[in-house]
């Protein structure tokens, strides 16, 4: 179970990495996205996706896959 959800919550994590570095609001290798948590990561995406930073494209993207 344990492992299970650990992938999980990694899947998750990496399809925000992807969604905000594709933006172009995020650079990988200059913000670290990788060091932020899942809660973080959902937290910025909410706030672009709230703010009409994020492409219309990427925010049905993500709002499908949940």
Do not use: F, P
């Amino acid at each position: 179970m344990g492992d299970l959800l650990r992938h999980a919550v990694q899947s998750q994590r990496q399809r925000l990495i992807h969604l905000l570095t594709e933006s172009g609001v995020y650079y990988k290798s200059k913000k670290h996205l990788d060091d932020w948590t899942l809660s973080d990561l959902e937290k910025e995406y909410r706030y672009l996706k709230d703010n009409g930073l994020l492409s219309n494209r990427n925010a049905r993207n993500r709002d499908s896959e949940t």
